[in-house]
């Protein structure tokens, strides 16, 4: 069965990086994006952006341009969210998800990971 | 950049009540697009409905999901215990996802 499995919480002092990892099992990692979606305590739902495990492209949400590096290791399934430049409002959980790749597919996200959280605090 | 702005915030009805739930776009938008999700307290959110009408896999037929253009509907026939938590609308487009901020079906 499909499965999105991520690492645990973090906690991180302001200005430094967090990398987050999301490791897929149960279909072809590289036959679908892997998305990152980022919850603040009592908050919504905000995308962050997606990478194409086959050919590594990446597309970033505008808030997140130039603070935010998302990679994949195709030899072990996984994909990485790496933030940097942390501050307090980055204190949140971060989901992985799945959808497919193709544009002539709904593009919605399918399967999701457990989410990690992520702290900032000093 | 399309803004989605879901209505009401918060949903206060019993269980066995009919829900409601609108998204609007900022500017029309291709329904094979729109998506909603349920979310629990402590949960990734689960997909209920894509395609504006499609039902995933497993979802009860008393969610159903209708619209076009700007304004988008989730319908939620009778409310089961289970049903009470929230809802996202999201939209794909231009290469970008975005989500609505939620409504709260909460229990009265």
């Known amino acids: 069965q499909v499965q999105l499995v991520q690492s645990g919480a973090e906690v991180r002092e302001p200005g430094a990086s967090v990398k987050v990892s999301c490791q897929a099992s149960g279909y072809s990692f590289t036959g679908y994006y892997i998305h990152w979606v980022r919850q603040a305590p009592g908050q919504g739902l905000e995308w962050m952006g997606r990478?194409?495990?086959?050919?590594?492209?990446?597309v970033y949400a505008r808030k997140f341009q130039g603070r935010v590096t998302m990679t994949r290791d195709t030899s072990i399934n996984t994909a990485y969210m790496e933030l940097h430049g942390l501050i307090y409002d980055d204190t949140a959980v971060y989901y992985c998800g799945r959808s497919c790749g193709d544009i002539t597919c709904p593009l919605h996200f399918d399967y999701w990971g457990q989410g990690a959280l992520v702290t900032v605090s000093s | 950049e399309i803004v989605l702005t879901q209505s009401p915030g918060t949903l206060s009805l019993s269980p066995g009540e009919r829900a409601t739930l609108s998204c609007r776009a900022s500017?029309?938008?291709?329904?094979?697009?729109l998506t909603w999700y349920q979310q629990k307290p402590g949960q990734a959110p689960r997909l209920l409905i894509y395609?504006?009408?499609r039902r995933d896999t497993g979802v009860p037929d008393r969610f159903s999901g209708s619209g076009s253009g700007t304004d988008f509907t989730l319908t939620i026939s009778r409310l089961e215990p289970e049903d009470f938590a929230v809802y996202y609308c999201?939209?794909?487009?231009?290469?970008?996802?975005?989500f609505g901020q939620g409504t709260k079906v909460e229990i009265k």
């Open positions: 990478i194409n495990p086959k050919s590594a492209g990446t």
């Open positions: 999201q939209h794909y487009g231009s290469s970008l996802w975005t």
């Open positions: 395609g504006a009408s």
């Open positions: 500017q029309s938008v291709s329904s094979s697009y």
